[in-house]
């Protein structure tokens, strides 16, 4: 069966960095393109990022393009979130998903980590 | 980052149908046929029950329905369950290479 297991989130500080990791299995991962979407406390989900299957293509939502960057390692089947230049209000949930084969459903969610940037 | 939107709340009682909005633009969801909606329980990842504007996962139930009439994407519940509360977001692509959420549903069955 699909899995995603997030790791990676914590606790940081105004300005600093975070890398999260997404391990895949269950599936063939260097087929799928690969999401992350977060959701602050109490609040809706927002898309962050997505990365084709092969990495070519990446793109980011507004409030993080230029401080995040996605990657994922096709050997390893591990997706990544590089976070850097942390806000207060980057505090979320963070999944790691799957972009269903064909269009742009999410047809798998990990089930989070928790960023909390604060002083 | 815009947000399609969705009314705040909802509601019905068991046995009832109910129905939610998700508008956008022609940009979005008047342009794309990939229009989704995710239900989502309390301290649980959300999960997939309709794509391409009207298309079921396997597993869900066929009380669940969609379809897209302009710039208006609509999810419609069929004989409420009280399995049924829980929060519901619709998504589109958007642009080149871009994925807009809406703001969420909250689904009461009263």
């Known amino acids: 069966q699909v899995e995603l297991v997030e790791s990676g989130g914590g606790a940081v500080q105004p300005g600093g960095s975070l890398r999260l990791s997404c391990v895949a299995s269950g599936f063939t991962f260097r087929t799928y393109g690969m999401h992350w979407v977060r959701q602050a406390p109490g609040k809706g989900l927002e898309w ?3 990365i084709s299957n092969d990495a070519k293509s990446v793109s980011y939502g507004d409030s993080v393009r230029g ?4 990657s994922r390692d096709n050997s390893r089947n591990i997706l990544y979130l590089q976070m850097d230049s942390l806000r ?6 963070y999944y790691c998903a799957r972009k269903d084969i064909s269009g742009w459903a999410i047809d798998y969610w990990g089930q989070g980590t928790l960023v909390t940037v604060s002083s | 980052q815009s947000v399609l939107t969705q009314p705040p709340s909802a509601s019905g009682s068991p046995g009832q149908s109910v129905t939610i909005s998700c508008t956008g ?4 969801v008047g342009g794309s046929n990939y229009v989704s909606w995710y239900q989502q329980h309390p301290d649980t990842a959300p999960k997939l029950i309709l794509y391409e ?3 079921r996962p396997s597993g869900v139930p066929d009380r669940f ?3 897209k009439s302009g710039n208006t994407a609509s999810l419609t519940v069929s004989g409420l ?3 049924d509360e829980a929060d519901y ?3 589109s692509s958007a642009a080149i290479n871009k994925l807009l959420f809406g703001g969420g549903t909250k689904l009461t069955v009263l």
């Open chain 2, 25 to 28: 633009t022609s940009n979005d």
């Open chain 2, 53 to 55: 504007v009207n298309k």
């Open chain 2, 89 to 91: 977001y619709c998504s």
């Open chain 2, 65 to 67: 329905s969609g379809s």
């Open chain 2, 81 to 83: 369950q009280a399995e």
């Open chain 1, 67 to 70: 401080r995040f960057g996605i």
């Open chain 1, 48 to 50: 962050v990022a997505i």
């Open chain 1, 88 to 93: 207060k209000e980057d505090t979320a949930v």
